[in-house]
């Protein structure tokens, strides 16, 4: 066998250390740390899913609520009519109608859409923005689609409007 001096015994044994600890660092060590590092990803790329699907769901959240009061603002069964002799006469300015028409058409079968215009003359302009409000603002699913104002004959304060209102109910009973 061979013979080796002690000083080469040290060499042989610092590289077989060295050795060792590479085989050691590549083997047990490096798989650990990259486990390691990809569980702490997953785990921040996890967090961040459930935070958009936490927005998901807040969103559907608001959308059904929102359905579901547009659903109940559908069921009122009262015509439009009836709401604007109401917010007419509260205002004082029944007499000043001079029609009231309404049309109905159906939207795919499952709503029903009312076309109601109504003219007043001779009402001033805070009465009609009155009016309006009043009629956006009742418990009804109810919408200005259109309005038409002109000078008035009698007085120049006063004018003549005429006001589209659309509206919409459930077309099933």
């Known amino acids: 066998m061979l013979e080796l001096s002690a000083r080469e015994k040290k060499l042989l044994i ?3 250390i060295l050795v060792g600890a590479v085989v050691l660092f590549y083997i047990v060590i490096d798989p650990y740390l990259n486990l390691r590092k990809s569980v702490a990803g997953s785990g921040a790329e996890a967090l961040s899913r459930l935070n958009e699907l936490e927005k998901v769901y807040f969103q559907y959240r608001d959308t059904k609520e929102k359905k579901e009061n547009y ?3 559908m069921q009122k069964s009262s015509g439009v009519s009836v709401l604007v002799e109401e917010s007419a006469g509260r205002l004082g300015i029944q007499n000043n109608k001079v ?3 309404e049309r109905e058409a159906n939207i795919q079968n499952k709503f ?7 003219k007043f003359e001779g009402i001033n302009i805070r009465a009609a923005l009155d009016f309006i409000y009043s009629m956006e603002n009742s418990d009804k699913l109810i919408k200005t689609s259109s309005l038409r104002i002109s000078q008035g004959i009698k007085e120049r304060s006063n004018y003549d409007i005429t006001i589209v209102f659309e509206s919409y109910t459930n077309g099933q009973p």
Do not use: F, G, I
């Open 99 to 101: 029609y009231n028409r």
């Open 112 to 118: 029903k859409k009312t076309t109601t215009e109504v």
């Open 14 to 16: 610092a590289l077989c």
């Open 71 to 73: 659903d109940r603002l």
